[in-house]
């Protein structure tokens, strides 16, 4: 049966699922004795555990599509019951696809999970799938376990996402470059980068609600206030609250910015741009957990909260 854009009622609106609000390593972090991890560990009430970065959205209430895949799916979909398999048959899924931002193990291994069969395509840069076919080869790996069709994005160019039958999804993707960063897996210092972290805007055709999603952000660009125009939500970069974060935490030789994140602190970070942005849902996501943020009880909690941003949780859903 066709199930595109065409006979949608047009009550139902595109629905967005926060599956997972934290960076890499999540929180509390498995080898992390940070003071939001150990508060989370202590049972904390002012600190919410978190999984590894990623996102659902459906125009239609029946398929989604995974922005990103973390190393948490298999959770994140449990604790999600529009991700359980449909009735009536015995194996099946809603997952209609998967959009990539970037190569990074946080984003890309949970595919490994969903290698038990089903047919859905993934969705990346052509830079992306090069990186995820070689240094890091999950999609060679994948191909011999399922249906796995890989199809490039082109920066800038606005997509008709397909539903694995071929028909429209009703859900329009553009990429957008947010950064010139490779993974550290990826050897060579002097490549070209285009293409190697992107955010996403995903368009509803039918109501032209618009999400931007962008994860990893390494400062405010002109491409990525011209992406938010007309957005009635940014998921954006919240890793760290200060440019020398990784520093004082010990966690890295580089700062914030040297890793690809904008920090949220600071006259060029990401709250005071947020803070004026016309559009409705502002919320921070792959957060680290060293970031002091998390701690609703702390300062950087209540100032982020009084400039009417939210500090994204796993859970948080909404429709656009
Ligand atoms: C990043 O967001 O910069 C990467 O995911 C870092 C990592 O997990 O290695
Ligand atoms: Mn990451
Ligand atoms: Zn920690």
Not at 81 to 95: F, V
């Given at each position: 049966m066709h199930t595109g854009s065409a006979k949608r009622p047009c009550e139902i609106r595109m629905r967005v699922r926060i599956l997972g609000s934290?960076?890499?390593?999540?929180?509390?972090?498995?080898?992390?004795?940070?003071?939001?991890?150990?508060?989370?560990?202590?049972?904390?009430?002012?600190?919410?555990?978190?999984?590894?970065?990623?996102?659902?959205?459906?125009?239609?209430?029946?398929?989604?599509?995974?922005?990103?895949?973390?190393?948490?799916?298999?959770?994140?979909?449990?604790?999600?019951?529009?991700?359980?398999?449909?009735?009536?048959?015995?194996?099946?899924?809603?997952?209609?696809?998967c959009v990539l931002t970037d190569a990074e193990i946080d984003h890309t291994s949970g595919l490994l999970q969903l290698r038990e069969g089903c047919h859905f395509g993934i969705f990346s840069t052509e830079l992306v799938h090069r990186w995820l076919s070689s240094h890091f080869p999950i999609g060679t790996i994948l191909a011999h376990f399922a249906d796995r069709p890989w199809a490039h994005l082109t920066l800038?160019?606005?997509?008709?996402?397909?539903?694995?039958?071929?028909?429209?999804?009703?859900?329009?993707?553009?990429a957008f470059e947010t950064a010139q960063d490779a993974p550290c897996f990826v050897p060579g210092e002097n490549a070209d980068l285009t293409g190697g972290v992107i955010g996403l805007e995903i368009t509803d055709s039918v109501t032209g609600g618009k999400l931007v999603y962008a994860p990893g952000v390494a400062a405010i660009s002109e491409t990525l206030r011209d992406a938010v125009r007309g957005a009635s939500c940014i998921l954006m970069d919240g890793t760290f609250w200060s440019d020398d974060e990784p520093i004082q935490t010990g966690i890295s030789d580089e700062t914030a910015s040297q890793m690809g994140h904008v920090p949220v602190q600071g006259p060029t970070g990401s709250l005071r741009w947020l803070t004026d942005l016309p559009v409705r849902r502002r919320i921070l996501v792959h957060i680290n957990n060293t970031n002091p943020m998390l701690d609703e009880s702390g300062p950087e909690w209540r100032i982020v909260t009084e400039c009417g941003v939210r500090v994204g949780v796993d859970g948080d859903e909404f429709e656009l």
């Open positions: 934290a960076a890499g390593g999540g929180l509390p972090q498995w080898n992390c004795r940070c003071a939001n991890c150990e508060a989370v560990r202590a049972g904390s009430p002012d600190v919410q555990p978190r999984t590894q970065s990623s996102v659902a959205v459906s125009a239609d209430n029946r398929v989604w599509f995974l922005l990103n895949v973390s190393a948490d799916v298999r959770q994140q979909l449990l604790a999600f019951a529009e991700l359980w398999p449909p009735k009536p048959n015995r194996r099946g899924t809603t997952i209609g696809g800038n160019d606005e997509l008709e996402l397909p539903l694995p039958d071929g028909n429209p999804s009703g859900l329009r993707v553009r």
